[in-house]
């Protein structure tokens, strides 16, 4: 066991050596920013991006926890505090984002076989193939174990036809994982298995949705007869929706961090907003309407933050305290995108053209998008539901 | 500093919930109610309280308490809370017990703190003059005659006021009404002359007072502390009595939880047990989490009072205001989800109704600290 003064030591000369200049803070503001999310067609504005994101895939250490055979970092949880101390001290870009890392990857490690781990893991953590994600359909929403999708046991392939909804970014990843119907005679969750499809395959097609908020990341994706390999399997044939529900588990403590100001709408303030648009009075927001409902939002926000902490502290008890945390953030993101638009005026609904600002423009269309945020990864009634059954015990 | 119970909070706590739970059931308070009792609190149940130690909780060791902190005394306030435990803990306990240990003179820590511990005294707080709370609006007089002050006015709405053995009164020494600035605390006996003490029959049927002071004297020994900073320390009690307040409150709120959460899962109606019903699940499901925020919010600001933090304004309004909200909502739809029975005087539900909205306005509603929270934030 390496010592960990020494480990530091050397993650600092690594990243003194090898992090690009524009990938750390004090860069310079005129090259371009790249969201980076690898895969065959990723394309980038600043070739620092690629070179960061190679030098950090590497290492292993975009997924500094996963063992060195996986194309890991085979760091320890001591060790990963480090690294994140070390990149944060020079204010490192974070070198990729990636479904792929946040909910394949946990999946794989779990459920998957030492050949698909082998296979699979490596390109994740390098960034190679960007991956999405095929749950929804249009028949099947809250009610997702409904699906209907199917992947027929042809021999030595599956054969699969169906449409799936809402996945993200699906016109740009290379690879699809997907909750397909395999046994169309069983009770209906047991009849559902997770499969990995690569989105080449002939009879893949998609189709971008636009939202209410304009342009979105969201596609339709069709499957019209597509092959796909036995060994793309995840799991026992049918025992797919235990793995779609940790699954879900990791995209709802995603979501709901939300409500924390981070994510969607970050760097808008609500009562700098107020004090711009409403105005100001000896440092109170001079509207003494909006002030108390900005003051009764920011008490809200503020005791959720708190719960937050408790929850760590606590030992984050899981499951059941994460659908509270997805239903609060989400509807205290919804609550404070509508007070910024309500005191942001008629800025704050405009849509386009050179008499509004970008700012305000961006506003309303972030508005527009936390509509969602309430819908996707389990609608808010969907919480409640889990609340009142499995945490207070309420009967069916 | 972590969001979590230390042990030896969980073990008063356990202490607390033992002790709540076996000798002041709900009955117990029920019982005083209808007897009328004078004191609203029971005499021998609060000596044995005294004797577990609880009202030296805030009190140094060196005056014979165990200075376990507002950490220690909010736990124990929260399971009382919970059976509606009527006694003089909040006012002596806490105001009394704070009050003098942090801004009395040495002589009056000797004098009072000792007697606290034992259980020899009550203590109250009288700050009130109005149907609001708004402790700078003080204009209650004490002007200096010679070498004593005489005090004159009337206090309003005064906590354990009926019974306090002694009292520690918000006048004003010099100034207007509205200013931090000339304001000072009086320590008085309540036995002394001029004194005029109105017992006030409240929704909650706890122990109130409004007191009358004609001339009222008090020498130099009687100040608590130095002259003019009753201001700040006032609001440094009044915030410690908030916090401690919403602990209790939060005790109220989860009793009246649990005992409808109980109800939705045994009363049938359409031949289906109620709690199957989604228009209530989710009704119950949205107390949960107000009641987790609240928790968070009340150890937040309990830890922070006891940490001494910049932030302990801030956050005991955030705790009164959360907990006042929360018991609104959660002793409102407690009623509802019962249906008829949850109106009627002979079911518990109706006394955590009547506490949450009297606990609501000691020391500041939700709309106030609502106010006060804008105020400290900035905006």
């Not at chain 1, 969201?35 to 895939?57: C, F, H, Q, T």
């Not at chain 1, 042809?154 to 997907?178: C, E, M, P, R």
């Amino acid at each position: 066991m390496q010592n960990l003064e020494e480990f530091r030591k050397e993650v600092k000369e690594w990243l003194d050596k090898n992090c690009p200049p524009s990938m750390r803070s004090g860069a310079d503001p005129s090259i371009p920013v790249d969201e980076v999310w690898g895969g065959r067609k990723a394309e980038y504005k600043n070739p620092e991006s690629k070179i960061w994101l190679d030098r950090m895939g590497a290492k292993g250490w975009t997924m500094p926890t996963v063992p060195k055979e996986y194309g890991g970092g085979g760091l320890n949880a001591e060790q990963v505090t480090i690294l994140n101390q070390e990149m944060f001290a020079i204010g490192a870009k974070q070198p990729l984002l990636s479904f792929g890392i946040w909910m394949l990857a946990p999946v794989l490690l779990e459920y998957g076989t030492e050949e698909q781990k082998k296979e699979h893991l490596p390109k994740i953590i390098k960034g190679e193939i960007r991956w999405c994600q095929g749950y929804s359909e249009p028949g099947s929403g809250s009610d997702l174990a409904s699906l209907a999708t199917k992947a027929e046991d042809i021999g030595n392939h599956f054969l699969v036809n169906g449409q799936k909804v809402w996945t993200s970014y699906a016109d740009k990843a290379d690879w699809i994982f997907a909750l397909v119907r395999t046994g169309p005679k069983e009770p209906k969750h047991d009849g559902i298995s997770f499969l990995l499809i690569d989105m080449e395959t002939a009879g893949v097609s998609t189709k971008p949705i636009t939202l209410i908020s304009g342009k979105s990341p969201f596609c339709e994706t069709f499957f019209d007869d597509v092959e796909v390999p036995k060994e793309n399997l995840i799991g026992q044939l049918n025992a797919g929706w235990a793995i779609a529900k940790a699954l879900l588990q990791h995209e709802r403590a995603f979501i709901s961090s939300f409500g924390l100001g981070s994510g969607m709408g970050s760097g808008r303030d609500l009562v700098s907003i107020a004090k711009k648009h409403v105005g100001e009075e000896d440092g109170k927001i001079s509207n003494s309407f909006y002030r108390s409902q900005i003051a009764s939002h920011k008490i809200k926000e503020h005791a959720f933050g708190l719960t937050f902490k408790r929850a760590k502290d606590e030992g984050g008890k899981a499951s059941a305290t994460a659908s509270m945390f997805k239903l609060y953030g989400t509807e205290h993101n919804k609550k404070r995108h509508e007070l910024m638009i309500a005191a942001t005026g008629i800025n704050g609904v405009a849509w386009d053209g050179d008499e509004f600002n970008k700012e305000d423009k961006n506003l309303t269309r972030a508005w527009l998008r936390t509509k969602g945020n309430s819908i996707e990864g389990g609608t808010s009634e969907v919480q409640l539901n889990v609340i009142s059954k499995r945490v207070l015990g309420l009967p069916s | 500093m972590k969001l979590v119970l230390t042990e030896e909070q969980e073990f008063l706590r356990d202490t607390a919930k033992d002790f709540a739970q076996e000798r002041t059931p709900i009955t117990h308070f029920r019982a005083l109610r209808d007897k009328k009792d004078k004191n609203l609190w029971d005499k021998d149940v609060w000596q044995e309280m005294v004797k577990l130690g609880w009202s030296g909780i805030l009190v140094p060791e060196e005056f014979g308490g165990s200075n376990f902190g507002v950490a220690g005394i909010s736990v124990i306030l929260q399971e009382c809370g919970k059976t509606l435990t009527p006694s003089p803990l909040f006012s002596t306990g806490v105001l009394g017990a704070y009050a003098i240990a942090n801004f009395g003179t040495q002589e009056q820590k000797e004098k009072y703190l000792p007697k606290i511990v034992s259980g020899e005294i009550t203590t109250a707080l009288a700050v009130d003059e109005s149907s609001h709370h708004d402790p700078l609006k003080t204009s209650f007089k004490a002007e200096k005659n010679n070498e004593e002050y005489l005090l004159n006015g009337k206090k309003t709405f005064v906590i354990d006021g009926a019974s306090a053995d002694v009292l520690i009164v918000l006048a004003r020494t010099s100034g207007n009404s509205g200013e931090l600035a000339g304001l000072t605390l009086f320590i008085i006996d309540s036995d002394v002359n001029g004194l005029n003490r109105i017992k006030l029959d409240m929704a909650d049927s706890r122990n109130y007072a409004n007191i009358e002071f004609n001339d009222v004297k008090c020498s130099n020994q009687e100040i608590l502390g130095t002259i003019e900073t009753g201001g700040e320390s006032v609001e440094r009690i009044l915030d410690i009595g908030r916090i401690a307040m919403s602990a209790e409150m939060l005790g109220n709120a989860e009793s009246a939880f649990e005992t409808t959460i109980d109800y939705l899962k045994q009363r049938k109606q359409f031949g289906v047990l109620i709690g199957t019903f989604q228009a209530l699940q989710h009704r119950a499901a949205e107390m949960f989490c107000e009641i987790e925020l609240t928790k968070s919010a009340v150890m937040a600001a309990v830890q922070g009072a006891d940490e001494n933090s910049n932030e302990l304004q801030r956050l005991s309004s955030l705790a009164k205001t959360i907990a006042g909200e929360t018991l609104h909502l959660v002793s409102n739809e407690a009623i509802q989800m019962h249906g008829g029975i949850g109106v009627t005087d002979e079911y518990d539900l109706g006394f955590f109704i009547k506490r949450s909205r009297v606990a609501e306005q000691i020391f500041g509603s939700s709309t106030y600290h609502t106010e006060r929270y804008a105020n400290l934030s900035g905006f």
